[in-house]
T-cell receptor
Framework: AQTVTQSQPEMSVQEAETVTLSCTYD???????LFWYKQPPSRQMILVIR??????QNATENRFSVNFQKAAKSFSLKISDSQLGDTAMYFC??????????FGKGTRLHILP | EPEVTQTPSHQVTQMGQEVILRCVPI?????FYWYRQILGQKVEFLVS????????KSEIFDDQFSVERPDGSNFTLKIRSTKLEDSAMYFC????????????FGSGTQLSVL
């Protein structure tokens, strides 16, 4: 069974610092997608960034980037120049051809002024 | 960007009552999902739906739950006899297809069972 593990339940960083959220997953599939979703206090789910497993190049979206290590089954999210609006719950998620997305338990990120 | 619309945004009900949560997916999307999130916990998969059939469901999705797309637009989740532990945020999500990357989430329905 596929699993997604986020080992950091909660993190706090100062505004403008860089923070890395970790995520590991387990699968026997070779082709799949990985995502980071942000859930602000409004509880809406917002896609932050996505990565195709067959692409070696790490995805980047403005201040957000990932470090995708396929052999290690690791998919960490780096937030550069963190802003107060980045305060949210962040979920790592995995999707393959089984037609569903599996989420990790989330990391609560606090950006401190 | 296209949006998935969910109604109502909040639903309060008495234990044992039936509730129907509604979702209007993006028009050309083919795959539909329901997820739920109990406060402070992770997002849990409930069911996936394609071609007017359930394609997969989790162990949470027992006989008290059902889904349908009665008029080709709305995608509904029905809970027949609500329990206290059904209190959660329910998210609808849709995607173009199994090979499509992006899952679009609605803004959720907060269900409170009293």
């Amino acid at each position: 069974a596929q699993t997604v593990t986020q080992s950091q339940p909660e993190m706090s960083v100062q505004e403008a610092e860089t923070v890395t959220l970790s995520c590991t997953y387990d699968t026997s599939e070779s082709n799949y997608y990985l995502f980071w979703y942000k859930q602000p206090p409004s509880r809406q789910m917002i896609l932050v960034i996505r990565q195709e497993a067959y692409k070696q190049q790490n995805a980047t979206e403005n201040r957000f980037s990932v470090n995708f290590q396929k052999a290690a089954k690791s998919f960490s999210l780096k937030i550069s120049d963190s802003q107060l609006g980045d305060t949210a719950m962040y979920f790592c998620a995995f999707r393959n051809r089984d037609d569903k997305i599996i989420f990790g338990k989330g990391t609560r990120l606090h950006i401190l002024p | 960007e296209p949006e998935v619309t969910q109604t109502p945004s909040h639903q309060v009900t008495q234990m044992g009552q039936e509730v129907i949560l509604r979702c209007v997916p993006i028009s050309n999307h083919l795959y539909f999902y329901w997820y739920r999130q109990i406060l402070g916990q992770k997002v849990e998969f409930l069911v996936s739906f394609y071609n007017n059939e359930i394609s997969e469901k989790s162990e949470i999705f027992d006989d008290q739950f059902s889904v349908e797309r009665p008029d080709g637009s709305n995608f509904t989740l029905k809970i027949r006899s609500t329990k206290l532990e059904d209190s959660a945020m329910y998210f609808c999500a849709t995607t173009l297809g199994i090979l499509s990357e992006k899952l679009f989430f609605g803004s959720g329905t907060q269900l409170s069972v009293l």
